[in-house]
């Protein structure tokens, strides 16, 4: 099942299920929200969770795409990307968490073919302020799917303040034995799929209060789904990947993180720019010129001749019709390349710096916070341009 058939499959599975299928937005969050970038599906719906009614009803599904800049640090492993889709399901005051899984377990096993024996759930086993949350439990049990019962890893927010509640998390075994151990204790087991239970409101105290309705919000990762059902070992293997696998390579010669990186890093870059982002020292512009000057500082890590400019027009016109962006793919190269001389003159000036007498022998952390904040030097940059000692 390739990655359109997946989508195809899940919105449809939903849509006989009484949802409404609503328009994912831009990447760009809506007026007053106050993350860069759209993080989740529910960012667009915050106020329809906090009881706003909805033009399409109390039931909805989309395919949302999404930024993480939490994630960037952990790009490179095999489940976690910059830039990704993220399914969505929504109940408004409708239907419950046992109907949501219940749903849930359907798709993962009929719709997908996944052998029910391969899943684990995790569910919200209560703390001070909020019981067990018996209900997941017992749909789980009655369904023959093991439990791990957790506090913090089943509770979710979005931030300190503000809408909350209990989630179960759905595990996919991913070993060659087996399956064993729970998701907490071996990283066999992948998330899959996280439906929330969005019953409460956390106030500056730390007391909760009951939202006007009582939500569900799931969210799956598509690039991660499509992995595990294609039977690829890591996100970048599925079949969206497919063109970058191909021709970076051809490229470039790198070890398989920094091929990682280079592919994910690019094509979230293309993705941002298409959303109408531009580089800059600030905001959602720093993001983009981080991912850009990442990708710059890897691939001039072994040749100094490396650039964007060999970036062929298939990857930046794959990933904007796959993101359905409607951007003339030259436009984005120019910016791309204009970041790189940009980068270039950075590089010049970094060298000229770290030629300094102060900064001949082994650099201090208060000497890299003084390069990175007077001089606009990052870290990974400092250490590509000092040579090996």
């Known amino acids: 099942m390739n990655t359109e058939q997946t989508v195809r499959t899940f919105i449809e599975y939903f849509e006989e299920r009484g949802h409404r299928r609503i328009t994912g937005s831009t990447l760009l969050p809506p007026p007053g929200d106050p993350v860069l970038f759209t993080t989740s599906g529910m960012h667009p719906l915050t106020p329809h969770l906090e009881g706003r009614p909805h033009p399409l009803g109390r039931r909805l599904v989309n395919v949302q795409r999404c930024l993480r800049t939490t994630d960037l640090d952990e790009v490179g492993d095999r489940t976690h990307l910059t830039v990704f889709e993220m399914l969505g399901t929504w109940s408004l005051g409708d239907y419950e968490g046992p109907q949501s899984l219940d749903w849930g377990y359907g798709l993962l096993t009929d719709g997908f073919g996944i052998d029910p024996g391969l899943l684990h759930a995790t569910v919200f086993g209560g703390d001070e302020q909020v019981g ?20 913090d890893d089943n509770w979710w927010s979005n ?55 009582r939500n569900i919000d799931t969210g799956l990762g598509l690039e991660r789904l499509s992995s595990l059902l294609q039977g690829r070992s890591s996100v970048f293997e599925c079949d969206v990947f497919d063109p970058w696998r191909r021709l970076v390579p051809t490229l470039w010669q ?79 190269r120019q910016v791309l390349l204009d970041e790189e001389r940009r980068f270039g003159r950075l590089l010049e000036r970094g060298r000229l710096v770290l030629s300094r007498p102060r900064f001949r022998g082994p650099l201090s952390e208060e000497d890299f916070h003084y390069l990175h904040d007077t001089h606009g030097l990052p870290r990974d940059l400092v250490l590509s341009l000092r040579p090996p000692r």
């Open 132 to 151: 067990p949350d018996t209900g997941s439990l017992e749909l789980w049990q009655d369904r023959g799917v093991p439990v791990e019962l957790t506090v």
């Open 159 to 213: 931030g300190p303040t503000g809408p909350c509640g209990p989630d179960s998390e759905i595990f996919l075994w991913t070993g060659e034995t087996p399956p064993q151990s729970t998701p907490t204790r071996d990283d066999r087991w992948v998330e899959v799929w996280n439906h929330v239970m969005m019953r409460h409101r956390r106030l500056d105290d730390g007391t909760l209060v009951p939202l006007p309705q």
């Open 254 to 332: 790198l070890d398989e993180p920094s091929l990682r990186l280079v592919c994910d890093h690019l094509r979230s870059a293309v993705v941002v720019i298409g959303d109408g982002v531009r580089p800059s020292n600030t905001g959602r512009g720093y993001v983009l010129r981080r991912l850009v000057r990442r990708v710059l500082t890897v691939l001039r890590r072994d040749d100094q001749q490396r650039g964007l400019g060999d970036l062929p027009d298939e990857l930046v016109r794959h990933t904007l019709d796959h993101f359905r962006q409607d951007m003339d793919p030259d436009l984005v």
